[in-house]
Every structure is written in structure tokens, then in C-alpha cells.
């Protein structure tokens, strides 16, 4: 039902992004009747209009086929959000007419992420990795450490069970790393066949050793299929896998898995209703330090206000909005001053310690036609480094392998070098000669490069810092008159020397591939460059980083209710009835993209919620 | 009931000059079918198939995957709609020298100190390889910057410039470039499951038509006294 | 004057055909003393002069079409060839009227009944094999085609009569990747049903793909699905499979006493397992709304795709503007102009019938769908009406006009224009597969309602095309071999829903799990 229309819920969600979707779905499943609150707009009938909207989009970048238009000034939008275009030069990222965000830091934050039905998994890459068992056991200062009750094998059914869910295709065989990292069942669907680029980088590079690792110094380099959430064969009445090659921003054929699909089956379940265009503005405590209710405001299809309200009474609450929105709203709900600090925040760690992937991202010319811009948009990698006793002094990463081409690396190829050989430029660095070609010249050319552009991604590890965080703007607003988040970003010399041995393994990799590097390096003016400690050679030499896409840590989950926002469970240590979920809670970023860590923890948390009877009393 | 050539109906023969009177978008041409032509000497069939010929001089490749003969998308027409709003008088001398037999290095070198004619192709060439209209004067413009520019932001508009507009949904999945890349456009595959594990169809496949499995030579596809190079 | 004649059945078992023979004019339906000739058995094919339908003036197709029946021709067209080489001067638009009257040709052979004429019996297609009844529950081998055990008929439907619905496949309601239900004016589902003719299913019975082991095998031997496919020069019919949507008729307003039927209504059986009872099995009157062909030929690889609809079911976007909605319709309310909410939107969930506590001709207030027909019309995709003058011959030919097949219209047919791409075997290694559908989309109001081109055209990929999507269909084998894998099943998602023998590989598809 599209409508608060029961006077009385079991269950309020905020965000109906994978987090929250899994929660309403189980809850919904379970008998509880659910109200879950978007800030964005309802799940479309097709794709026609985003299909459409992303085809002439000029910059096909992640958030281009979704609401709101990416041109406005965010002090218009009700429900906005930051995009890659506002982080495309060295002003836009500090201008507030131009971004979502209000950045304060010298280094910008650097992902993005959408406000509507779906969340932002809605134009996620669909990696499905699990985390490491070191990965729950790393620990950092100022009380960053998973929970006891979180660890590989506690988190291992419902890693399965989150794989069962959205539907992950992989190999088991290829994933179980190390015998601690055991699969109990294998996925419900084989693994996606490896691109014509994995297999040449296999052939170059399996069996190399770098004297470090998962497996320690004798660790050799694998490339493996990745896991991901996309159909290697029909599943649940979706299409295989077609190699749309658009995973990030929309698949046309939803192969691959976003949570609309979770939304749809909560739906059906008749217990799930759904409130869209609908921002929470706070969250309102009552006795015992319960909370009562959510108040929100909402708008209509033109993004103008069309009123305010409150949710209906409910015994449990569940926030799952991203990182950034979360510690937003419960900053927000200071109850009129009484809680300057925001709901939740006793211990003042909401909204701190954000963190994200920094991306290191080469790119270069193979020595022959591999034939990219086919399959989906990466099928391999390499997770051989995410481990070893580096971990104390250094960030580790895990090396992803892109399928297409130099288009995520530059922003925008094919376009650009096609441009470069036509008009004469030399942006993409392939054209010295600054030729303009046409016909079978054009051809011949431009097809020798573009089959055999290649790039790899390291996504690096890091670790939490209080000064990274989230606050309220005080000057800046929104379209429903909503502070801003402000937001506070800087990498760590412990993240910084995970990215210097990135490059240095980076470089190494391209020697053995024979592959010609075509990185640039970055103007030093650059926000996102970051000069590294001295190389082997004792040059000091400058990259550039980017968002993986991933916002960690902003209400994180501990043992310790000082240190920590939430428990094991999700569930604030202040508030009774009161979950927190998604990646927000994750205490460290650790070694692999998020999602699949926070559908189990969601899954997990709906079956502790549902379970625990103090909770329906 | 009257002989529409195939020309003139499917491949929108019928919509460009409706398109030009009426200035309307395109976005698929089948809206555009049902309105007459009126008469309009720039958008005759012959016209067309110099443009096509024409762009398949300048593209590299074959105008019958240009202009195919069961034509749902009308690019031609299009295309050629858009590069004579932007300069009809240069494309003219462009289209009746080549038709005249002269190759395209021979014609920007009797245009001389003149650029128009050069970036008016380069308009075509981009607008066919990418699906997006670029205005000639935007390439001139950009031709010319400073060549010490270095800029590595993704998106940046110094990098990836900005086209003017693109074309239609249909320009996008049709552009050359996924072609010359032996690919398909990002988001739009008709290819299978898997394929991706195997090398691609030889480029030849993509820019040439297709041969037929039986003994029976295929019809000429371009006349060959008008001096287009194979 | 009656002749018997042997019809060939080397490919067919030891059926022998009868067919009378004999020729009679049929204009005004007077007979001059000769028997009709009868309708083939829908085994075999036609060469209709379709190779010269692109020369044939609109103004002769009536008396062409008596002249093929008179020849005894009135059987399915074995392919719709068109000159081989469409480069040659056909005008594209000859060539889509050549299809078009295929298609025309194809829905009276098909509607026709398996000896006789359209109106003296059952349709043939009725006689056609469901989708359940080939994808078995516990992956078992399907009952020969004439075996008289035929179908799978479940316990609470023994002994009675009637098109079973089978209602706790989800594919029955819910259109296809679940995208959303459709309701009539009555409150009540519209249903869809899967068939698949005689050839198609001999190929997946004779190849074990009608079950996930069965695919599995297949592919280990490096076989492509490949349907047989329909040949003018064979005389062969090749793979047909079709689409038929239903509404449940109103007794006293659709049939009844001093009730002109204005559909074609058969008996039907609501089949709901979940229901207790009679309501388990129900009997009801279906009247069929639209209608999918899909035929493989030689000459198109990527099939031809036909739809032709109940012209009540909605208006058009044009009558909607032009406010010249009449109605009565059965998935849109003039009353409700301007529509209180968008139109072709999908109803608020649940979706699942039990889930809705739905039940046929449910008690106000129920969810009517509001639907437009929002694509460009026939006039606009191509010249002169044709379509729709197509439509005025065919409804005037004397056995459809005054029956209730002159209320069914064509609405388009797509083929696969690339030559000579469409001819080409394996079309998984081309650059393009589906060798440029022609037009790009094709949408039926009742199958495909929440996709519909606009006005202005489509989005690739996102509006529906038949061939487009059904490019992406795949086998969906079990995987006990690594290098098992999904591979192109020829255009038809019909193989996916093979169950396995394995119950526990049966998790996912919950058909599969019933006894």
C-alpha cells in the first residue's frame, strides 16, 4: 500500500535502500507490519524513463538515469544528494550551488549515492564479496573494533543466506581463500565466465609472488572470478546476464540484482507499506528513552513541499539511511535542544569516523586486442593481497579488473578518444601527434585502441579517523529547508602507504602484462592527488584517488557503549527500540566492497529483531 | 495508392524535411513517418544517398550499414538534417564535389585557408561515430586550445567535451564507435550470455555488410562510378 | 463433388488425413452444389502466394484469400517469405504488408479447427500444449503427443471440462519479470497462457530439454537449441508457440440468453491449489482478450512475432486526447476522464491472488486497471493505414464478418529485416543477433501492458520488442558439471521454466514444488 494507512505499526524503516528492503522484507515475511519511509520517489512502473535519461546523458556517470536532475542547485532539491559531476574539477567540490555536500576538509569525499526507491544500490556494481576473517579481528585506535559476536564465523550462515536472497553467482571454490574462510554451501549460481581480459591478465600474472599476502610470503597472485549479484542463469523470473556492460549506472534486463526487487516482494507480502517522497526530519524520543515516533516532511513530483508529518505509533524503528544521511537525521533530532548531540549519540561517535575505498586506478594499452566495453563491467580480481602482517604498518587493497576499457578510468571513453582522433586532440594521451583521421584510417585506429584499453582498480583499505565525520551544516540547506550534511574527509599516512604500495604493485603488474601505462598523473592542485612517501627509488611520486562508491562508518557497532553507536545487533545502546543498519555500522572499511557484509547484517538483525520478545511486549 | 520508394518511407526520407519544417527533436522517427514532405529539393532521395555515401567515405564504414534497406531509425536522415541546419551552403559544395568524384583530402584541400568545410565533417564523422551532435564551431573551438592543458578530473569538461546534445536513444545504440571497438553500446547488448569469454566477431563483420551464405553474388551496394573508396 | 486425397504423413506418425477437396465460391456463403474444402491438419503448412504478396494490391486480397482457400490453402503459412533479398526495390512498407497479411493468415489458419473451417470447430491452438504441461513439477518426461494421457490434469479439475488456468503459476497473473498484474472493470485478473504446437514440443521431448538435467545434457554435448523451423520449399511448419490472454466472461453481459457473444469464449478451469473446495477448481467462461504467435522459419531465424487484440480491450492514446473514447472497454473507464491517476500503472501490491483474498467477480471495491494503447498507431508506423485497412478486408471476408472474430484486429507484425542476417544459423555469433527488428516495438495492451511504446517511439531496451527480449532467453540447466552454463535457447523463455528432477534444485521456482 502506498500510504501510511494503518493506525498502528509493528515496524518504521527510513531508506528503503538494500539495508532497509531486507529488513521490511523479513519483518513483512514475519507476520509485522511494516511502514518504511524514502526520501526518494516510488519504484518506477519500467525503465523507460531512466533508460531514456541515461541514453542522452551526456556524462554517463552512476547517478545519471535517477531523480533528481543533476544540473540543480542543491539548495533546491528536497531529497538531494551528491554526484560525480560536482567532483569533475578542483572548484566544484567546495561550491555549495554545485554540491550536495558542504566539504570542509582539504581532500574530498569522494562517493556519491542516490535517494530513491531502491537506495543506492540501485546503480551499484553488484560485487558480492564476503569480508576476511582477519578482517573482523583487525583492530584500531580509539576503540575501532568489531564486536565479539561478529566475526567470519558467526557472520558465515548469513552471508549465505544474503548470497541466497538477492541472488550472488560465484564459485566457492575460488572465494574460500584460506580454510578459516569456509563457504557452508556454494552460491546459489555458478560463477559469471571470466572476460577475454581477465584471462590474458590470468595467463601474465597467476603464480606471481610479491613476499606477502593471504596465504603470507608465499602467497602467489590468482586471478578469481568475483562474486556478484547477477544472474548467471534465470533466477527468481529475472533474465540471465546479457553483458549489458552498464552494470554502474542501470541494467537494462535487471540481471543484476538491486533492491527494487526486495521492495517489490515486501510489497507482496501485504504487510509492507510504503511512504515515498518522504524525509525523515527526526526522530522523536519519548519515556524511557524510547523512541515515539518520526516526524517528515514530504514533496511532490515538481520537488515542491507538500506538507509535514508523523509516522503512526510503533514499537520499532529502524534508520537505514546511508552513512551520510543517517548520523544527518539523528544530529537532526536534537528534541528542541534538550539532546544537542542527536538521538543515539552518547558516546559522540555519530557521524564520525567516515570512511570510504580509495580508489587507485591505472589504466593503459595491453600489447594486443583483448577486446573491452564487453560482459559486465568486472568479472575478476585479485584478493590475494587483502591479508598479512603488513596490515600494522600499511592499508591493504584488493585489485579489481574493469572490463570497460578506459571508460571509468577517464570519465567518458569512448567518447574521448574517438574526439582526440576525429578533432585533432590529445586528451586520452594516445594522439601525440594531434592527427584527425576519418575512414579506414579512423578505423583501423581507433579500433587498435580501444581493444586493447585496459584498467585495474585498488580499492585500499581505511582505517577510521574521529575527524572524518558527518555534521550538520549550519549555513547550508536543502529544498525542504533541511541542514546539509557537512562533511569532513582526510586519508591517514596508514592509508596513504596502502596507496603507495598499490602503485608500486600497480606498476609491476603493468611490466608483467607488457601493458603501456597511460595513467596520468594528476595536477598538484588536484584535491584528490595525494603525494606519496619516497619509492624505492627515492622519488616522491603523485596520484590521484577516487570513491569507490562505499560510505563507512558514521554510527559504528562495538562491545563498548562508549566507543561505539550500536551493538552486534545493530541496536542502539540508548534507545530500546532503536536499530541502526547499513554500512554505517561497519567499525573499519576492511577489504572488500560492502554490500553483501551489510545484507547480512540486515538479514541478521531482522531475525534478532523479530526474535526478541522484549520487543513486541 | 502511390509508389513510395523504401528510401523515402522507412528510412525517413518522409521525416527530414517534417523535421526541418517542423523543428522537432527526433526521437525515433516512426512519429515522424505520417507527415508529408513537402517539397523540399534538400531532403530528395538522391541527396540522401550522397550523404550516405558521403559518410561512409568519412566513417570507414559501408553505407548499407548507414542506410540499411529495412531502415528503423533514419540516421541518415537525420544526420544529414543536422549538418544542413548547420552549414547547408558548405555541405552542398561538400556532397557535389564528391559525387563529382573527388576524394575527401582532395576537397578540404581546395577549401584552403576555409576550416568550415573540415569541421563540418568532423561534425559528421562524430555525430555518426558517437551519436551525438557536436557543432562544428565547438570542435574549431576546441581544435585549437592550448595544448598544455592537463587535466585527469573524470567528467571534466575539458576532457570530455560537451556535445551539443545526443542525437536520440537510437543514434546511441546505433553509433560506430561500439562497432569499431568489435563491442556493443554500454547498455544496450543483444548478444549472449557468455559471450564475453570469447573474442569477438573479425571487425570486418561489423563495418562491412554481411555475406550471404549461398552462391548468389550480392547486389553492389554503391555505385561504383561515383568514386567512393572501398 | 467430394475427393479423398492422402495427405502426406511421412512426417507425422501413421496419421492418415482425409481432406476434401473441392472448390466453391464463398462469396455470400452460398454453396453451388460443391462441399467446401476443408481445413488441413494445422501439421503442415501453406505456401500461400505469399513469395508475391509485396505485388498484390490491397484491393484483391479478399477474393485472394478465397482463391487460396478454394485451392484447399487455408492452412498456416509454412514462412512468410518475402523476396529473399529485401535490398532489391521493394518498398519497405509492401514488405510489412506482406507480413502483415502472414499474420492474418496464420490467426484464421490457427483459430481454425483441426479439419474445417474457421467457425465450425475448436481452434486448433486449443488443442496445443500448456506450458505446464511440458514443463512437468518433478522434471518427468511429458506424455507423447497423442497419448491420450495427454495433459496434466490435477486432482481437484479431474472430471471436468475446460482450458485449465493454471493459477499457482505466477506467470498466469503477473506479466513477465514480474512486472504486474492487469484488471478488468469486473475487479477480476486477466490471464495468460503459454502454448506451444506440435513441432516445438517434439523437439523438446525428443531432446530431454524439459527438464534442468535434460538442458544440462544437452549442452554437454555442444548442442544449440535450435527449433525446427517452417519451410516453403520443405512444406515443413516448424516451431509455433503463442500467447492467448483471457478475460472471465460475465454471464447475462458477455454470454447468456439474448447475449451476442462478442468474444471468442471457451470453458475454462480456474485452477487454485491454495483454494478449498469447489474453488479449487473452478468452471468459468474465458473470453480471449489478445493473442501472441511466435513461428520459427527458415527465412527468419529470429521468428516472426504477431499479436492481435480484442478491439475493446483499451483505446487508443489518440482517442484519449481526442476525447472520442467510446467503450465499453474492458482495462480503461471513460468515466474516469481526465484519468484520477496516470494511466498504464502498475496496481499496488501484493500482487499474489491469495495475498489480495481475490476472488472472480470480487465485491466492490476492487482495483480496476486504467490502460491506454500508448504506442504510435498503425497509421503513424506506416503509410495508408494499412494495418487497419488489413484489418477492415480480412473482418469483411464472409467467415469472419458477423462472428465474433470480426472484433479481433491485428495490431503489428515484427520480423527481422537484416538480410542476410535473418537467414544466418547460429545468430549468437553475429554482431547482432536480432538482425534490426522491424518496427523496434511491439507491445499488446494485455501482455505487455506496463512497457508500451510512447507516442513518440521507444527506449531500447526498455519498451518492448519481442524479438529484443526474447533475445535474452536463455536454458536454464543445472550446473553439475562447471562448465555448465546458460546458453541461448532460440528466442522463447519456455525452456526456463524447466523444472528438475532434483526436488532440491527446485527451491527456486515454486511450480516445481508442487505434487
Not at chain 1, 537494462?252 to 538491486?258: E, F, H, L, V
Not at chain 1, 570519465?411 to 575512414?439: C, F, M, Q, R, W
Not at chain 3, 482478450?289 to 531465424?301: M, P
Amino acid at each position: 500500500m502506498n500510504d501510511a494507512s494503518k493506525k498502528f505499526y509493528d515496524v518504521v524503516i527510513v531508506g528503503s535502500g538494500i539495508a532497509g528492503g531486507l529488513v521490511a522484507l523479513k519483518l513483512g515475511q514475519a507476520g509485522k507490519q511494516v511502514l518504511v519511509l524514502e526520501a526518494g520517489g516510488p519504484i518506477p512502473t519500467n525503465i523507460n524513463t531512466e533508460m531514456d535519461t541515461f541514453y542522452r546523458a551526456l556524462a554517463k556517470v552512476p547517478e545519471s538515469p535517477y531523480a533528481p536532475d543533476l544540473s540543480k542547485d542543491p539548495k533546491t532539491v528536497p531529497a538531494g544528494r551528491p554526484t560525480v559531476l560536482s567532483l569533475s574539477n578542483a572548484e566544484d567540490w567546495r561550491d555549495p550551488s554545485k554540491s550536495y555536500l558542504i566539504q570542509t576538509g582539504t581532500v574530498p569525499f569522494s562517493s556519491t549515492y542516490e535517494r530513491t526507491a531502491g537506495g543506492t544500490s540501485v546503480h551499484w556494481l553488484g560485487t558480492s564479496l564476503r569480508l576476511l576473517p582477519n578482517d573482523f579481528k583487525i583492530e584500531f585506535p580509539h576503540g575501532a573494533r568489531w564486536p565479539r559476536d561478529i566475526n567470519y564465523e558467526t557472520l558465515e550462515p548469513w552471508y549465505h543466506k544474503a548470497e541466497e536472497e538477492i541472488g550472488v553467482s560465484g564459485s566457492k571454490k575460488e572465494q574460500s581463500y584460506t580454510e578459516e574462510m569456509f563457504f557452508s554451501e556454494d552460491f546459489p549460481m555458478p560463477a559469471i565466465p571470466p572476460s577475454r581480459i581477465d584471462l590474458f591478465i590470468a595467463d601474465q600474472i597467476n603464480g606471481m609472488k610479491l613476499g606477502y599476502g593471504i596465504e603470507g610470503k608465499d602467497t602467489t597472485l590468482r586471478v578469481r572470478n568475483t562474486p556478484a549479484a547477477r544472474n548467471s542463469k534465470p533466477f527468481k523470473q529475472r533474465r540471465t546476464c546479457a553483458g549489458n556492460t552498464n552494470c554502474i549506472p542501470i541494467c537494462p534486463i535487471q540481471a543484476k540484482y538491486d533492491p527494487t526487487i526486495t521492495l517489490r516482494d515486501a510489497e507482496a507480502t501485504g504487510k509492507v507499506d510504503f511512504l515515498f517522497r518522504t524525509v525523515a526530519s527526526e526522530i522523536v524520543v519519548g519515556e524511557k528513552e524510547r523512541i515515539d515516533h518520526i516526524k517528515y516532511l514530504q514533496y511532490g513530483e515538481d520537488g515542491k513541499k507538500t506538507g509535514e508529518g508523523r509516522t503512526p505509533p510503533a514499537k520499532i524503528f529502524v534508520i537505514a539511511g546511508n552513512a551520510i544521511e543517517t548520523p544527518r537525521l539523528l544530529q537532526m533530532s536534537t528534541g528542541d535542544g534538550k539532546r544537542p548531540e542527536g538521538v543515539a549519540n552518547s558516546s559522540g561517535q555519530v557521524g564520525r569516523n567516515l570512511m570510504d575505498h580509495p580508489m587507485y586506478v591505472p589504466w593503459g594499452l595491453l600489447p594486443e586486442p583483448r577486446f573491452p566495453y564487453r560482459g559486465p563491467l568486472s568479472t575478476s580480481g585479485i584478493e590475494d593481497l587483502r591479508d598479512g602482517d603488513f596490515r600494522k604498518e600499511r592499508a591493504s587493497f584488493r585489485i579489481e579488473i574493469g572490463n570497460e576499457g578506459w571508460n571509468f578510468a577517464v570519465g567518458g571513453d569512448p567518447n574521448i578518444t574517438t574526439v582526440d582522433l576525429v578533432n585533432g586532440l590529445n586528451n586520452s594521451l594516445t594522439n601525440p601527434k594531434y592527427e584527425a583521421l576519418h575512414g579506414d584510417l579512423l578505423v583501423s585506429r581507433l579500433g587498435d585502441l580501444l581493444t586493447r584499453q585496459f584498467r585495474l582498480g585498488f580499492l585500499v583499505e581505511q582505517e577510521p579517523d574521529p575527524d572524518n565525520r558527518v555534521k550538520l551544516s549550519q549555513s547550508q540547506v536543502d529544498g525542504l529547508g533541511l541542514p546539509r550534511p557537512e562533511v569532513r574527509y582526510s586519508l591517514s599516512d596508514y592509508t596513504i602507504r596502502g596507496l603507495a604500495e598499490a602503485k608500486r604493485v600497480a606498476d609491476l603488474l603493468f611490466g608483467q602484462l607488457n601493458a603501456v601505462r597511460y595513467t596520468r598523473t594528476p595536477d598538484e592542485n588536484d584535491p584528490t592527488a595525494i603525494e606519496l612517501p619516497p619509492n624505492e627509488a627515492g622519488r616522491r611520486e603523485r596520484i590521484r584517488f577516487m570513491g569507490a562508491g562505499h560510505i563507512i562508518g558514521t554510527y559504528r557497532m562495538g562491545d563498548d557503549r562508549n566507543t561505539s553507536v550500536v551493538n552486534a545487533d545493530q541496536r542502539s545502546w540508548i534507545h530500546d527500540n532503536l536499530y541502526l543498519i547499513g554500512s554505517g555500522v561497519f567499525p573499519t572499511s576492511a577489504t572488500a566492497n560492502p554490500t553483501l557484509t551489510i545484507a547480512a547484517l540486515a538479514l541478521r538483525t531482522a531475525d534478532k529483531i523479530k526474535n526478541e520478545p522484549n520487543n513486541w511486549a | 495508392m502511390t509508389e513510395i520508394s523504401r528510401r523515402a518511407l522507412i528510412s525517413g526520407a518522409t521525416a527530414t524535411a517534417a523535421t526541418a519544417a517542423f523543428g522537432a527533436a527526433l526521437i525515433s522517427p516512426t512519429s515522424l513517418i505520417a507527415k508529408r514532405l513537402p517539397d523540399d529539393s534538400v531532403s530528395s532521395d538522391q541527396n540522401l544517398t550522397n550523404f550516405a555515401n558521403l559518410s561512409a567515405a568519412l566513417t570507414g564504414v559501408d553505407s548499407s550499414i548507414l542506410t540499411p534497406n529495412v531502415d528503423p531509425f533514419g540516421l541518415n536522415a537525420e544526420i544529414h538534417r543536422r549538418a544542413n541546419a548547420a552549414n547547408a551552403d558548405k555541405l552542398q559544395t561538400i556532397l557535389s564535389k564528391f559525387t563529382d568524384g573527388k576524394t575527401i583530402e582532395q576537397i578540404l584541400a581546395e577549401e584552403g585557408r576555409d576550416e568550415s568545410a573540415k569541421f563540418l565533417m568532423r561534425s559528421i564523422i562524430l555525430a555518426w561515430y558517437l551519436g551525438a551532435w557536436y557543432e562544428p564551431g565547438v570542435l574549431k573551438t576546441n581544435a585549437y586550445k592550448p595544448r598544455t592543458y592537463n587535466s585527469t578530473r573524470r567528467y571534466s569538461k575539458e576532457v570530455l567535451i560537451p556535445p551539443k546534445e545526443i542525437i536520440s536513444p537510437d543514434a546511441y545504440t546505433n553509433a560506430l564507435v561500439w562497432r569499431v571497438a568489435q563491442a556493443h553500446p554500454m547498455g544496450y547488448s543483444n548478444l549472449q550470455f557468455g559471450y564475453w569469454e570469447k573474442d569477438p566477431p573479425p571487425i570486418e563483420e561489423f563495418i562491412r555488410p554481411l555475406k550471404q551464405d549461398d552462391p548468389k553474388p550480392a547486389p553492389a551496394t554503391t555505385d561504383p562510378t561515383k568514386g567512393v573508396p572501398k | 463433388m467430394i475427393a479423398f486425397a492422402q495427405i502426406g504423413s511421412k512426417s507425422f506418425g501413421a496419421l492418415g488425413i482425409v481432406m476434401l477437396i473441392c472448390s466453391a465460391p464463398l462469396i455470400g456463403g452460398r454453396a453451388t452444389g460443391h462441399e467446401l474444402p476443408q481445413h488441413a491438419p494445422a501439421d503442415t503448412c501453406t505456401d500461400i502466394p505469399l513469395k508475391n504478396i509485396s505485388e498484390i494490391d490491397l484491393g484483391t486480397i479478399g477474393s485472394t484469400i478465397d482463391d487460396a482457400i478454394k485451392q484447399g490453402k487455408n492452412w498456416i503459412p509454412c514462412d512468410a517469405n518475402q523476396e529473399s533479398d529485401p535490398r532489391g526495390d521493394t518498398p519497405a512498407q509492401k514488405l510489412q504488408r506482406g507480413f502483415d497479411y502472414y499474420s492474418w493468415l496464420t490467426f484464421i489458419a490457427l483459430n481454425s479447427p483441426r479439419a474445417g473451417f474457421l467457425g465450425t470447430g475448436t481452434p486448433v491452438w486449443e488443442g496445443y500444449k500448456q506450458l505446464p504441461d511440458v514443463m512437468l513439477p518433478d522434471g518427468s518426461r511429458p506424455y507423447d503427443w497423442s497419448d491420450p494421457n495427454q495433459s496434466f490434469v490435477p486432482a481437484p479439475c479431474a472430471n471436468k471440462k475446460g482450458m485449465i488456468i493454471h493459477m499457482e503459476m505466477e506467470e498466469t497473473y503477473n506479466e513477465p519479470f514480474k512486472t504486474g498484474p492487469l484488471f478488468d472493470q469486473n475487479g477480476n485478473y486477466a490471464f495468460f497462457v503459454i502454448f506451444m504446437n506440435r513441432q516445438m514440443f517434439g523437439y523438446i521431448r525428443e531432446n530431454d530439454l524439459y527438464n534442468r538435467e535434460g538442458q544440462e545434457a544437452f549442452q554437454a554435448k555442444q548442442n544449440e537449441v535450435d527449433f525446427p523451423e517452417g519451410n516453403i520449399t520443405e512444406g515443413t511448419l516448424g516451431a509455433i508457440m503463442i500467447k492467448a490472454s483471457w478475460k472471465l466472461m460475465k454471464e447475462g453481459v458477455d454470454f447468456g440468453a439474448n447475449v451476442t457473444p462478442k468474444y471468442h469464449i471457451i470453458d475454462g478451469l480456474l485452477y487454485r491449489p491454495s483454494q478449498k473446495g469447489e474453488n479449487a477448481c473452478r468452471q468459468v467462461k474465458l473470453g480471449l482478450i489478445g493473442f501472441h504467435v511466435g513461428h520459427k522459419t527458415f527465412s527468419r531465424q529470429q521468428w516472426i512475432w504477431t499479436t492481435f487484440e480484442h478491439h475493446e480491450n483499451v483505446p487508443t492514446q489518440e482517442d484519449v486526447d481526442k476525447h472520442t473514447t467510446a467503450g465499453p472497454y474492458s482495462f480503461y473507464d471513460p468515466k474516469r476522464e481526465p484519468s484520477d491517476r496516470p494511466v498504464n500503472q502498475v496496481p499496488e501490491g501484493p500482487w499474489d491472488p491469495d495475498e489480495r483474498g481475490w476472488v472472480p467477480f470480487p465485491k466492490k471495491p476492487f482495483f480496476t486497471s486504467q490502460i491506454v494503447r500508448s504506442g504510435p498507431s498503425s497509421t503513424e508506423l506506416f503509410k495508408d493505414d494499412d494495418v487497419a485497412v488489413l484489418n477492415t478486408l480480412f473482418h469483411d471476408w464472409s467467415r469472419i464478418k458477423g462472428t465474433v472474430w470480426e472484433n479481433y484486429d491485428l495490431i503489428t507484425t515484427q520480423w527481422p529485416s537484416g538480410f542476410p542476417c535473418s537467414f544466418k544459423k547460429h545468430p549468437g555469433t553475429l554482431p547482432d543477433p536480432t538482425c534490426t527488428p522491424f518496427p523496434t516495438f511491439l507491445a499488446n495492451s494485455t501482455l505487455e501492458t506496463f512497457s508500451q511504446p510512447l507516442h513518440d517511439g521507444g527506449v531500447p531496451l526498455a519498451t518492448s520488442s519481442c524479438i529484443s527480449c526474447h533475445n535474452n532467453a536463455t536454458t536454464n540447466p543445472t550446473h553439475h558439471d562447471p562448465r555448465s552454463i546458460a546458453m541461448r535457447s532460440d528466442f522463447t523463455y519456455i525452456l526456463e521454466k524447466a523444472c528438475s528432477t532434483d526436488p532440491k534444485e527446485n527451491e527456486l521456482r515454486e511450480v516445481c514444488k508442487h505434487d
